[in-house]
């Protein structure tokens, strides 16, 4: 590893891609990462240096690459670089996945959950915790959490 990259990048863009859902709920691959930074942040990387930066064999993007990161998972640049607002963002992000879990189990149990109405509901409550969590709804560079 250079002495100049990220520390713990890969441990930390692990963690966002088992945390952070795309936005049909399914978590990121590689492949869907990649392309979702080339379609909707204009950020060209190939699958395998994702795969790099996930595994720790390499851990200096561009910042541009990094920015686009920061973006896709809705996470401030800062948590790549700054422990305490690491820290401050997966305590947020933990928060988000306990009530994304709730959200749905209380949904489901309730009589008539099967209702087709009560369904799309659930789809719309989902849909906002995911563009929550995935940073769509405003900018992600700031210093405000996801």
Do not use: C, W
């Not at 963690?15 to 859902?21: A, D, G, M, Q, S």
């Not at 933990?94 to 879990?101: Q, T």
């Amino acid at each position: 590893m250079d002495a100049s990259g990220v520390p713990r990048l890969a441990e930390k863009l692990e963690h966002l891609f088992r945390t952070v859902p795309q936005a049909d709920g399914t978590p990121y691959t590689n492949e869907a990462a990649a392309r979702e930074l080339g379609s909707r942040l204009g950020v060209s990387v190939t699958t395998t240096h994702i795969s790099h930066l996930r595994t720790g064999r390499r851990d200096n993007p561009s910042a541009m690459l990094l920015n686009g990161l920061a973006q896709l998972f809705g996470v401030p640049l800062a948590y790549f670089f700054d422990p305490e607002r690491e820290r401050t963002v997966n305590d947020q992000l933990a928060a988000l996945g306990l009530l994304r879990e709730a959200q749905v189990r209380s949904l489901m149990m309730r009589p008539g959950s099967g209702d087709p109405a009560a369904l799309v509901a659930l789809a719309e409550v989902l849909s906002r915790i995911r563009e929550v969590e995935g940073g769509h709804a405003g900018d992600t560079t700031d210093e405000e959490g996801p």
